[in-house]
């Protein structure tokens, strides 16, 4: 299914196992729940004492009819009008003040609840992306997961604060109306009960309208949402090759087509409530008219009609807004449908049930014939073996696609290989707890990503253990300390979003910073120089001796003038092991390490003499 038609989907309107795993999330909160749900129903009922006390006061004091008041509140009222009167408005602003301090409750405590529910839920799902392996984000796209976490929960909190309580609220609002209604006149019960079912065909017609227009304006967001993240990170590109006005003309078809949709739901909300109101107009004059007869009759009371009008104009409302519930509970559904399935998403690489342990003093790491395909039987790694001793430097090179980073995602048990075994230490490293086996590592990537927050918390990563002095060693040993005095505010130092401010070479010799610090048993170099300018490229060589030192090391690398010091060179061409040795070793094999030294060499021998021949050229 596409990211817009999963958008689209809309579901159930009520799902009962959604619904059931949604509520595990308001258990912890049963208490205020209940409160509410109590709130809840003491306001429906107060819907009925307002009209009911204007019967009392009319019947009595305005238009007195026999037999209207009970004989147990006839005792209370006083006889003189004026008095009496007095006291049903002060009953009538006490329903009042309690209703408005009921529905407060009802509603604070529902927010209340609903907040504190989908905080539980958006923490249960940030848990669950940080456990996910690294194949899921190869298959899914960001910007989905982002709404999962924001827009889908945002409609599930809707749904908790004004969704299925407000419904049963506008529920018990519809039964005790009826319940009074009828004990009032089963006559005009009947005739107002008459315009229902024109309100319910209206109704359903709105909600439909208003279901197409809602699907139709979360895939125009969506697409609005794809397109600004497509479009904002890739403004350079943009800028680049003069597509401002190509982008500008394709965001405004975007922008259009949620325009539309939300005018589709403007039309639909601009005539439901009129056509509501005027059949319930139309309700109101045919209870005008039969309770006009039937008080000429001395059936009914002039109370009792002023009472029922009230309760009819109160009838109307709940049925309004069980068609807004409506929407609110579809999408919530679908909401909660797109959200279960992402927490239901098993992870590949889990943890056994009983982990294995490493044995203590040094570790060697071991590829026994390994294959390994993303997908299918396209294999990235076919029959690889080789082993590492520890504190030994080894190096990977080979073309693009050769499986070099391959290895390494392995050794981190970022996926699970198909056939073979690796194992550090001579465990398999499936018998190993991921995290424990992740601690032994230090890894440094050719992208260097920096969080929101200072130079210290990038390097320290939440690990509080390191020291200043420990950071300032580990800066010091890759010739980083210098930058980072030369700021005011030192290890202080407020980094942007992603390092932004900083120099590609400043942010890599913060990743090597962030390696040393956490003094990993093992060290990983993924192409952790090809990002830098020659001068960083050589502050950081130097430090590489610094860096190894007492570690097991893997540098893969492109540029073969990185790689000579390593004890031995693994060359990698299409997914298999095809030479290793030292550099002179392979040199002299004549190979394809030979051959790529000899492309690279050339490459740099071309680079020096252009500049020479320019020079000559100049008179």
């Excluded at 927010?111 to 992306?129: C, I, N, P, V, Y």
């Excluded at 509501?276 to 045919?286: I, S, T």
């Excluded at 590492?388 to 696609?401: C, I, K, R």
């Amino acid at each position: 299914m596409s990211g817009h038609q999963e958008e689209q989907k809309l579901g159930k309107a009520y799902d009962g196992v959604l619904m059931r795993r949604l509520s595990r999330y308001l258990l912890p909160y049963k208490t205020a729940v209940a409160g509410a749900v109590v709130f809840l129903i003491a306001n429906a009922l107060l819907q009925i004492a307002g009209p009911w006390l204007t019967k009392l006061a009319v019947d009595r004091y305005l238009a007195p009819a026999p037999h209207s008041v009970p004989e147990w509140l006839a005792g209370w009222l006083s006889q003189q009008p004026y008095e009496g009167l007095t006291q049903i408005s002060l009953l009538y602003l006490g329903v009042m003040i309690l209703s408005l301090c009921f529905s407060f409750l009802q509603g604070y405590m529902m927010q209340w609840t609903g907040q504190k529910a989908m905080f539980d839920l958006r923490r249960g799902l940030m848990e669950h992306l940080q456990q996910a392996d690294v194949a899921y984000y190869d298959r899914t796209p960001v910007g989905r997961l982002l709404t999962r976490v924001t827009t889908d929960v945002d409609a599930l909190n809707e749904l908790f604060a004004s969704g299925v309580v407000a419904i049963l609220g506008d529920i018990c609002v519809i039964v005790f109306l009826l319940t009074a209604m009828l004990r009032m006149s089963p006559e005009l019960t009947l005739l107002l009960l008459a315009v229902t079912p024109l309100v319910l065909l209206v109704t359903m017609r709105f909600r439909r309208d208003v279901r197409d227009s809602n699907r139709r304006i979360r895939s125009a967001i969506a697409r609005i949402n794809a397109f600004l993240q497509e479009h904002v990170t890739g403004v350079s590109v943009v800028q680049l090759f003069n597509r401002e006005r190509r982008a500008a003309h394709d965001f405004d078809t975007h922008n259009r087509e949620h325009m539309d949709a939300f005018k589709e739901a403007i039309v639909a909300y601009g005539w439901f409530y009129p056509v509501v109101e005027f059949l319930g107009m139309l309700a109101l004059a045919g209870l005008l008219s039969f309770g006009g007869y039937r008080i000429r009759e001395d059936e009914l009371t002039l109370g009792a009609l002023i009472a029922f009008f009230q309760y009819a104009m109160r009838f109307f409302r709940p049925i309004q807004d069980l068609s807004e519930k409506y929407n609110i509970l579809q999408t919530a559904m679908a909401a909660a449908e797109r959200v279960f399935q992402l927490l239901d998403a098993k992870p590949a690489v889990v943890a056994p049930a009983q982990a294995a342990s490493l044995p203590a003093g040094p570790l060697t790491v071991e590829f026994d014939h390994v294959w390994f395909a993303y997908k299918g039987e396209d294999w990235v790694l076919r029959d690889v073996s080789f082993r590492m001793e520890a504190g030994e430097t080894v190096a990977v090179v080979g073309h693009t696609g050769a499986g070099k980073t391959t290895l390494t995602n392995l050794l981190l048990r970022f996926y699970d290989i198909q056939k073979g075994a690796i194992r550090v230490g001579g465990v398999d490293i499936r018998t190993l707890d991921p995290h424990a086996l992740r601690r032994l590592f230090g890894i440094v990537l050719q992208d260097s990503f920096l969080f929101t927050g200072t130079l210290a918390s990038n390097i320290r990563l939440g690990t509080e253990t390191i020291t200043a002095q420990q950071l300032r060693e580990a800066a010091g040993r890759v010739n980083l300390l210098e930058f980072v005095d030369s700021l005011d505010r030192g290890f202080e130092h407020e980094v942007r979003e992603r390092g932004a401010g900083l120099s590609t070479g400043q942010k890599q010799l913060i990743s090597f910073a962030r390696a040393l610090a956490h003094n990993p048993r093992f060290l990983i170099l993924d192409e952790a120089t090809s990002s830098v300018d020659t001068e960083t490229e050589q502050q950081i060589r130097d430090a590489l001796a610094n860096l190894i030192e007492g570690r097991t090391s893997i540098v893969i690398a492109h540029r073969l003038s990185t790689v000579q010091r390593a004890n031995r060179i693994f060359v990698m061409h299409k997914g298999q092991l095809r030479e290793s040795g030292s550099h002179q070793q392979l040199l002299a094999q004549r190979g394809l390490y030979w051959r790529l030294y000899q492309l690279q060499y050339k490459d740099q021998e071309l680079g020096r003499r252009a500049p020479a021949a320019e020079e000559a050229r100049r008179p």
